[in-house]
């Protein structure tokens, strides 16, 4: 159902309502006959008054798993917008995404994505968190998926630029440069 605005509403208020009448979510104390008939009888301006501040209690907020490091924004190199886009296959896109919803509490999949700027050629793998270990084996595999080899890996992923020397070297085992994109 998600949150639709106080027009939408009015407009499936009677396809919704049967059906949730029938799996029994009106015998609910809230949902009184004189509660629905008022729903009923409300206009959009008026739903969205009375949900404003449900609506603003259920919104997701935004979080970030990337932490910047800068310490050594310096000493890295940049691609930049302005950098002559590339025109042959070969110069990756990678980038992580933690899947913890609203929360980092707990354990949560990630995913590493690797997309080819030319082909848009896209390949995922799921990783257990964002520890070099898992990191280096999933680059490793996902570049054996390309079908073309991949001599540039463009990446935002603020951890790959503090990792430990020998990860790095791992990463650019295949002779890849490793830089840091804007």
Same mark, same amino acid.
């Given at each position: ?76 190199? @940049?691609?930049?917008?302005?950098? +002559?886009? /590339?025109? =042959?296959?070969?110069? $990756?896109?990678?980038?992580? %995404? #933690?899947?913890? &919803? ?14 080819? @700027?030319?082909?848009?050629?896209? +390949?995922? /793998?799921? =990783?257990?968190?964002? $520890?070099?270990?898992?990191? %280096? #084996?999933?680059? &490793? ?28 070297? $791992? ?12």
């Amino acid at each position: 159902m998600g949150f639709p605005c106080g027009k939408y509403l009015i407009v499936m208020l009677p396809m919704w309502l049967p059906l949730m009448e029938a799996a029994g979510d009106l015998d609910k104390p809230f949902a009184t006959p004189a509660a629905v008939a008022e729903v009923q009888q409300m206009s959009a301006a008026t739903i969205d008054r009375y949900l404003a501040g449900a609506r603003a209690s259920m919104q997701l907020r935004g979080i970030s798993t990337t932490t910047p490091s800068p310490l050594l924004r310096n000493s890295i190199g @940049l691609s930049k917008a302005g950098d +002559e886009p /590339a025109t =042959i296959p070969g110069v $990756a896109e990678a980038d992580t %995404v #933690a899947h913890c &919803g609203p929360t980092f509490v707990g354990e949560f999949a990630r995913t590493l994505t690797m997309t080819d @700027l030319v082909t848009g050629w896209t +390949e995922n /793998a799921s =990783i257990r968190n964002n $520890a070099s270990k898992w990191i %280096v #084996a999933a680059v &490793g595999d996902l570049q054996q998926m390309f079908p073309f080899p991949l001599p540039v890996c463009d990446s935002d992923y603020a951890d790959l630029w503090v990792m430990p020397t020998p990860t790095r070297i $791992a990463l650019s085992g295949n002779g890849s440069v490793l830089p840091r994109s804007v």
